[in-house]
């Protein structure tokens, strides 16, 4: 699928990246929430989707897609698959606003036609965490960084070995609008970072938690694991199906 237009904008010189497969995961029980969910630089989207098909949450649907193959700044050009362009892992790197603004439309599209009554999410590992965490700036906004209006409600928002883009003008931009400030303060946010990761080092994952926190996203909580890398664990796993479970008020099946 190509993004071109569903980014909006009519820049005649976009660079339109088709995304790859996406993998679903159908719940076992009653459906009612519908998360996406973002996998990390190089990756692919059927990684997760097997190792979310066997977590204990029946009610969940999990969307799982694959990101374009783009030259990545961070690999000297070299192709990989990224959800935007990345030139160095963390808060202080130069944002690639138009690729992210693409995944994120690519997201929400996914999440936009689920039914009316079902609670949507996004979450993902790493850089797929970082675009999470986009996401959840452009729902709280109503609008992507390029002006275009965000039209999906997130109910959760989940990010494991993340980190948060745009944080430099967050708070700038979140100022003077009451609307902008409940919306942060009512959405929920799970972010899990462990203190060994040598690829996106915990000092980002707990800086990019204090910037959301001080910027008005008072509903979010923090968890580090002590001696973790740049992977995920079951008692990682674990935590972020209770969070789901109480967040999304997911019944029995």
Same mark, same amino acid.
Request: aromatic residues 10%; proline residues 5%; charged residues 15%.
């Given at each position: 699928?190509?993004?071109?237009?569903?980014?909006?904008?009519?820049?005649?010189?976009?660079?339109?990246?088709?995304?790859?497969?996406?993998?679903?995961?159908?719940?076992?029980?009653?459906?009612?929430?519908?998360?996406?969910?973002?996998?990390?630089?190089?990756?692919?989207?059927?990684?997760?989707?097997? &190792?979310?098909? $066997?977590?204990? +949450?029946? @009610?969940?649907?999990?969307?799982?897609?694959?990101?374009?193959? *783009?030259?990545? %700044? /961070?690999?000297?050009?070299?192709?990989?698959?990224?959800?935007?362009?990345?030139?160095?892992?963390?808060?202080?790197?130069?944002?690639?606003?138009?690729?992210?603004?693409?995944?994120?439309?690519?997201?929400?599209?996914?999440?936009?036609?689920?039914?009316?009554?079902?609670?949507?999410?996004?979450?993902?590992?790493?850089?797929?965490?970082?675009?999470?965490?986009?996401?959840?700036?452009?729902?709280?906004?109503?609008?992507?960084?390029?002006?275009?209006?965000?039209?999906?409600?997130?109910?959760?928002?989940?990010?494991?070995?993340?980190? &948060?883009?745009? $944080?430099?003008? +967050?708070? @700038?931009?979140?100022?003077?609008?009451?609307?902008?400030?409940? *919306?942060?303060? %009512? /959405?929920?946010?799970?972010?899990?970072?462990?203190?060994?990761?040598?690829?996106?080092?915990?000092?980002?994952?707990?800086?990019?938690?204090?910037?959301?926190?001080?910027?008005?996203?008072?509903?979010?909580?923090?968890?580090?694991?002590?001696?973790?890398?740049?992977?995920?664990?079951?008692?990682?796993?674990?935590?972020?199906?209770?969070?789901?479970?109480?967040?999304?008020?997911?019944?029995?099946?």
């Amino acid at each position: 699928m190509s993004f071109s237009n569903s980014a909006g904008g009519s820049n005649a010189a976009r660079t339109a990246f088709e995304f790859g497969r996406t993998y679903v995961v159908r719940p076992k029980g009653r459906h009612q929430a519908t998360i996406v969910w973002l996998h990390g630089l190089g990756d692919k989207g059927s990684s997760w989707s097997q &190792l979310l098909e $066997s977590l204990p +949450l029946p @009610n969940v649907k999990w969307i799982c897609p694959t990101a374009p193959t *783009r030259p990545v %700044s /961070l690999f000297g050009g070299f192709p990989s698959t990224a959800w935007f362009d990345a030139q160095d892992i963390s808060e202080d790197a130069p944002d690639d606003i138009e690729g992210l603004d693409a995944s994120a439309a690519h997201v929400a599209n996914l999440l936009s036609t689920e039914p009316a009554d079902i609670k949507l999410g996004v979450g993902g590992f790493s850089m797929g965490a970082a675009t999470a965490l986009y996401s959840a700036t452009c729902h709280i906004f109503g609008q992507y960084g390029n002006r275009n209006p965000y039209q999906v409600n997130l109910s959760s928002v989940v990010g494991l070995s993340g980190w &948060l883009p745009c $944080s430099r003008t +967050l708070k @700038n931009q979140m100022e003077g609008s009451n609307e902008i400030v409940r *919306r942060a303060a %009512s /959405l929920p946010i799970l972010l899990c970072h462990g203190s060994g990761d040598d690829v996106v080092a915990y000092k980002h994952g707990e800086k990019s938690a204090r910037i959301l926190n001080s910027a008005g996203f008072s509903n979010l909580s923090f968890r580090s694991y002590n001696g973790l890398g740049h992977y995920t664990i079951p008692e990682e796993m674990d935590e972020v199906c209770r969070w789901l479970s109480a967040q999304l008020e997911l019944q029995g099946s």
